[in-house]
């Protein structure tokens, strides 16, 4: 089995900034992928971001490109969320999520998930 856990969810007004962390451990495999993902009220779950093992390819959804960036840290198993100028509409309920290494593309497979930590943009 493997754990994830989201933290540094919060209140943060529009054009703010927060980071991110998820924490692995467990079972996780000697490589693996990592991803966000969030969910906002009333919609269904939305990729948000994904990185390689390496850390060197990551993937990111059009509506946070250029304002998000996702990074990890591979001796502390953890992977971080970055967010910079944020809008009302990145409010959602933000979850991390564990696939195996494979190349990333539309199609891939997360395997664990994390309980998710709310992220409130107020305009």
């Known amino acids: 089995q493997v754990q994830l856990v989201e933290s540094g969810g919060g209140l943060v007004q529009a054009g703010g900034s927060l980071r991110l962390s998820c924490a692995a451990s467990?079972?996780?495999?000697?490589?693996?992928?990592m991803g966000w993902f969030r969910q906002g009220p009333g919609k269904e779950r939305e990729f948000v971001a994904d990185?390689?093992?390496?850390?060197?390819?990551?993937n990111y959804a059009d509506s946070v490109k250029g304002r998000f960036t996702i990074s990890r840290d591979n001796a502390k198993n953890t992977v971080y969320l970055q967010m910079n100028s944020l809008k009302a509409e990145d409010t959602a309920v933000y979850y991390c999520?564990?696939?195996?290494?494979?190349?990333?593309?539309?199609?891939?497979?997360?395997?664990?998930w994390g309980q998710g930590t709310q992220v409130t943009v107020s305009s």
């Open positions: 990185i390689s093992w390496s850390g060197g390819s990551t």
């Open positions: 999520a564990v696939r195996p290494p494979e190349p990333y593309n539309d199609y891939v497979e997360y395997d664990y």
């Open positions: 467990g079972r996780t495999g000697s490589t693996y992928a």
